[in-house]
């Protein structure tokens, strides 16, 4: 099981300025966490929410299609929410008069204010593995369990046991399912779990792992 330790740095680097930075050092397109589409996370979204008036947030969602891919499919409440404002806008003017579909949110993740109980399912590719000490995770958890509602759930991909220790020059911290779950706690339940390998724009491939949980407590 691999258990997140409590590393020598700190997130002081994980900044809106260094997504901004990020973001203007190259098209949306060539970064490495790019995909043309998430296959894995439409799959996984797609079981736990047919129904197309869920509400759904994509955390770090950025300038990902995962928001295009949902409206296509008929999802009518979907928020995205990012550090970096430049991602966003890059979604936004990708689609156009679509956007005005969609509740962008300019924040961070574990400070910004959510309604409680507001959220059907909670997305996250690549967000969570970016926070490497414990109190920065207990907030993202707890906010977590404060926008979900009681039967909602989390659908989460982070580096795999096997993926790269850094990305866009952070650190991350690598988890296996065993390990997400002892992260998340006793207020969600391991429903599925995929391993997922990425290829990146650089022709590198990256993996991850996902996991869906249920909110249970």
């Not at 680097?13 to 060539?30: D, G």
Request: one cysteine or more.
């Amino acid at each position: 099981m691999s258990v997140p330790q409590n590393p020598a740095f700190t997130d002081a680097s994980n900044t809106p300025e260094h997504w901004e930075r990020a973001y203007r050092a190259r098209p949306s397109t060539e970064v490495s966490w790019y995909r043309p589409h998430l296959e894995r996370s439409l799959a996984f979204i797609n079981d736990v929410a047919p129904d197309r008036c869920a509400h759904i947030l994509d955390v770090g969602g950025g300038a990902s299609t995962l928001v295009d891919d949902l409206l296509a499919q008929g999802y009518r409440h979907l928020s995205v929410l990012d550090l970096s404002e430049g991602a966003l806008s890059t979604a936004r003017d990708r689609l156009g008069a679509a956007a005005g579909g969609v509740a962008w949110l300019h924040g961070d993740v574990r400070t910004i204010a959510l309604e409680p109980q507001s959220l059907d399912l909670w997305h996250d590719r690549a967000v969570f593995h970016f926070l490497t000490n414990e109190a920065d995770q207990a907030a993202y958890v707890s906010q977590v369990v404060h926008a979900l509602k009681p039967d909602g759930h989390l659908v989460i991909a982070t580096f795999a046991p096997d993926g790269p220790t850094r990305c866009s020059g952070l650190p991350v911290v690598r988890y296996d399912a065993a390990g997400l779950a002892q992260v998340f706690g006793g207020a969600f339940r391991l429903e599925d779990q995929a391993a997922d390998a990425h290829a990146t724009p650089g022709g590198s491939v990256q993996s991850f792992l996902y996991c869906r949980f249920a909110r249970v407590g």
